[in-house]
């Protein structure tokens, strides 16, 4: 950071020192580094925008702030001094408020009620001090909160304003606000930057994160990115106010995803031959409803050819999983027709799909994809509950069951102490390959993989790359969901990218498509 | 690791020892803890236990009364099992109890006029099962399509059913020829037939049946494991393409119709009508019973043959020590709390050492 001595208040008080500073922070999970070394200083009067992508470690440095979680390594700083945020109640007493994507204020509470939670429980809420304070945190801001409001009659945004308040009644002087516009309209967007303008005129530090880069330019003073866990960038106030939008936009793609021009060009994928068979998967005009308050799917329109991989990029919540749940026969389609090998299969059920070929992987591995409590060789018959000759009549056969689940161990390398063991007494990597195994046997046509290299560990990630390319090239058309670019780039021969339920568009991956991927899902129309 | 590996044999015998300490300590805790209420009421909890193990276990007329009171609680404990098993909390078994146990006892005296006595017992039962069945259905159907939650809807049903079920007997199915509200007594010659020489009804066979033809379908069929699935994670169960709803009303239906079976084999083979004003709640004392059993069907059998020694014994020390006879719930209570507890420390225990 360069010092810079104009007459501007901002650049003032980035002189004096952070309030809250991460030093060198490391946070590690099983199997990944989610915060690598990352250094973030907040100051007084500014809002600092964090960006990166899904798993860039931006919730576990929030988490680690609001003292949800502790840092394996580095130290945290306030005012100077190193701190253990011990939970989350240390962290409100020392000044760090957090505003979390999800609105997490008691709907069927009024507004009021939901201000004095977390009082201590033997004393009854003081409402006239609560009001009297609510009064003036709300002139000084220029915030409006009902105190009598019931708070699941009130909109989104409002929702938002009440924990704000919240925040500022315990006298934060750190805000957090965790993707706090993805849920709002554009001008609910307005009005929240408007306000945390005003926060950060009042001292306040205010920390934004944000997948929009219009947003990030529009309301920011400083701008980090971080990037598979490290902080890859930061843009100081003095230079960001240089920059102007396309410069801007153009460093921060770069640094988001890793793109300069020459590695993007020496860089190429490995060569594929070239895919043009008939179309296994053909879905036009697909609309799916979301569930409340999302995007579903709308009128989306691809194929995937056999041999072919493509790829759905895009932020996660943006109506893959209901792209997936539609195609797989989990959830109807309000609209729209699905092909498979050019027959219509959208008024078939989940059994009547797969018994034609459609296989579907999902993400959710132990909540979705596997009994827990059930055997290993159980759960590789999940989906064919009663068929011969594993039943029959209806009767279990233990050993044709035993021989089957044997064999798939074997060939797909399933690290089990037994065929009996529960599933989920297994690694991530493991349940994985028990759900590649129910989904690859017996005659697969097409297979949507959703998120599939998702909290696994660097070995496990190669070796279901590896299996996907090895799907494609025996001739399965495959439609790969994958929040993570560089997966998407190493394996798809087209990439689309899904926002707000759309395909923003399409784009072969050839040396350009790094750049222009990352333009879609920011929301530039290339 | 390094704790030297035991032979077989030796884990094996700790295996048993352990689950023995697990079984037998809370059980003889319970007793002890009974014991001390009974103490605190000015009963002698000697006397109290004796006299049960006396009249329910080791008096030959009161064992054949423990073994026929065994026959309907087994089906309640077969109904019970598929629900529970499937994630289905069915707690209305007493209302689809009552109903049929009425429709039985209305129609067996008629039928035996028209037809063999078999025939006609083979009727009321078919009739017992589809009225039970049927008083499933709203929540059943509530459940499936809007996710209501079936505790509160099954239960809401009892209290409707043993209502109606009083209704019909004072209204409508009253026998003209008594004076207490009460339906038609079924001759004793044309009950379910007694085993041997003894007065055990032959609804215990039926009953032993039920809960091992149930532990069979759930451990054998494909449709039993589906309906596992549904239970252990219905998610699962949808990402599977399993007919949720269908297998939901499924559940209900065979759930209900084994309560509406253990209503008919208590009049059809003990009482041979229904008073006004009857209801045992035999199934919400038996939910306890399949959960001690971890909703093993043998092991429920166990539990069941426990709990009518106690109810048939506690009957008799109610009359000879002036101990109410629901105190053998209490007792249940108490075991159940203290096998939970058990459970609870022992788990905290395996914790503490892995970590």
């Given amino acids: ?526 | 690791m390094h704790r030297a590996r035991r032979s077989g044999n030796g884990r094996f015998a700790a295996g048993v020892l352990h689950a023995l300490v697990m079984t037998v300590g809370p059980i003889a805790a319970a007793l002890v803890l009974s014991g001390a209420v009974l103490v605190a009421v000015g009963v002698d909890p000697l006397a109290y236990y004796g006299t049960i193990v006396e009249r329910g276990l080791l008096s030959p007329l009161g064992l054949q009364q423990t073994l026929t009171r065994m026959g309907p609680l087994l089906f309640l404990a077969a109904s019970l099992i598929v629900a529970f098993r499937a994630g289905i909390w069915n707690l209305g078994g007493d209302g689809q109890f009552l109903l049929s146990a009425v429709v039985a006892a209305a129609a067996a005296p008629v039928l035996v006029g028209v037809m063999p006595a078999w025939a006609a017992l083979a009727v009321c039962f078919l009739l017992a099962a589809a009225v039970g069945a049927v008083w499933s259905l709203i929540p059943a159907l509530l459940r499936a399509y809007q996710g209501v939650n079936e505790i509160i809807t099954s239960l809401m049903m009892t209290f409707l059913g043993v209502s109606l079920a009083n209704v019909l007997v004072k209204l409508v199915f009253l026998d003209p020829a008594t004076t207490v509200p009460q339906t038609r007594t079924l001759p004793v010659a044309d009950r379910l037939p007694r085993l041997f020489d003894t007065t055990v009804s032959s609804g215990l066979l039926l009953g032993l049946a039920a809960v091992i033809g149930v532990h069979l379908m759930m451990t054998r069929t494909a449709f039993g494991l589906k309906l596992r699935v549904v239970g252990a994670n219905p998610r699962a169960a949808v990402h599977a393409g399993l007919p949720v709803a269908k297998l939901t009303i499924a559940v209900f239906a065979i759930s209900a119709a084994l309560a509406g079976l253990a209503g008919a084999t208590d009049v059809l083979g003990v009482l041979g009508n229904v008073r006004a004003d009857w209801n045992p709640a035999y199934s919400l004392a038996v939910v306890p019973l399949v959960f001690l059993a971890r909703l093993n069907g043998f092991a429920s059998i166990a539990f069941v043959f426990l709990f009518s020694v106690l109810s048939i014994g506690g009957e008799s020390a109610a009359r000879r020590l002036g101990v109410p006879h629901y105190f053998t719930l209490v007792l249940v209570a108490n075991l159940l709390l203290l096998l939970a507890l058990a459970e609870y420390i022992d788990h905290r225990r395996r914790v503490a050492k892995k970590a």
């Fill in chain 1, 1 to 526: 950071m360069t010092e810079t001595t104009t007459s501007s208040a901002i650049a003032s008080t980035t002189t004096a020192p952070p309030v809250v500073e991460l030093v060198g922070v490391t946070k590690r999970f099983p199997g990944v580094v989610a915060n690598d070394h990352v250094d973030l200083a907040l100051h007084a009067g500014e809002v600092h925008v964090l960006l990166g992508e899904n798993g860039a470690g931006k919730s576990t440095l929030i988490g680690m702030l609001a003292g949800l979680q502790a840092p394996d390594e580095g130290t945290l700083r306030i005012d100077g001094a190193d701190i253990r945020i011990a939970s989350p109640r240390h962290a409100l007493a020392l000044g760090i408020g957090t505003v979390f994507q999800h609105v997490m204020l008691v709907p069927t509470l009024t507004v009021a009620e939901n201000l004095a939670l977390g009082g201590p429980w033997w004393r009854r809420p003081d409402r006239a001090a609560l009001a009297a304070k609510v009064a003036e945190i709300s002139a000084s801001f220029g915030l409006s909160v009902d105190l009598d409001a019931v708070t699941g009659e009130l909109s989104l945004g409002e929702q938002q304003q009440v924990e704000i308040v919240r925040a500022l009644l315990r006298d934060s002087r750190v805000l957090i606000l965790d993707e706090a516009t993805s849920m709002l309209t554009p001008a609910g967007t307005d009005e929240l930057g408007a306000l945390m303008r005003r926060l950060a005129a009042r001292g306040l530090a205010v920390v934004f994160i944000t997948h929009k880069l219009s947003e990030a330019f529009r309301f920011g003073d400083r701008i980090s990115v971080l990037r598979l866990g490290r902080k890859v960038g930061e843009i100081p106030p003095e230079r960001l106010k240089a920059l102007d939008e396309a410069a801007a936009t153009a460093e921060v793609v770069h640094l988001m995803f890793g793109a300069t021009p020459a590695e993007a060009g020496g860089e190429a994928p490995p060569a594929r031959a070239a895919v043009a068979g008939p179309a296994v998967i053909e879905v036009r005009g697909l609309s799916v409803p979301g569930p409340m308050g999302s995007p579903g799917v709308a009128e989306a329109s691809f194929s995937v050819a056999a041999g072919e991989i493509l790829g759905i990029a895009g932020i996660d919540g943006n109506g893959q999983k209901q792209l997936a749940e539609a195609l797989s026969g989990q959830r109807v389609a309000a609209a729209g027709e699905i092909l498979l090998d050019g027959r219509p299969i959208g008024h078939l059920d989940v059994g009547a799909r797969r018994r034609l070929g459609l296989r579907y992987l999902t993400d959710d591995r132990l909540a979705e994809g596997t009994v827990g409590s059930f055997p290993v060789s159980l759960n590789l018959l999940l989906k064919e509950i009663g068929a011969a000759p594993f039943w029959a009549k209806g009767f279990v056969r233990p050993a044709e069951i035993a021989r089957h689940a044997t064999r798939l161990v074997a060939s797909f390398d399933v690290r089990t102490p037994g065929i009996e063991t529960p599933v989920g007494r297994l690694s991530g990597g493991n349940i994985q390959k028990v759900l590649l195994a129910r989904e690859l046997s017996g005659g697969a046509r097409a297979v949507i993989f959703n998120k599939p290299t998702y909290g696994l560990d660097l070995a496990n990630i190669a070796a279901s790359r590896r299996r996907i390319r090895e799907i494609a090239a025996s001739g399965i058309a495959v439609l790969l969901i994958s929040t993570e670019l560089d997966e998407l780039l190493d394996l798809c021969d087209r990439i689309a990218v899904m926002s707000r339920g759309r395909l923003a568009g399409t784009v072969d991956n050839d040396g350009a498509a790094r750049r222009r991927v990352g333009e879609l899902m920011v929301g530039k129309q290339s």
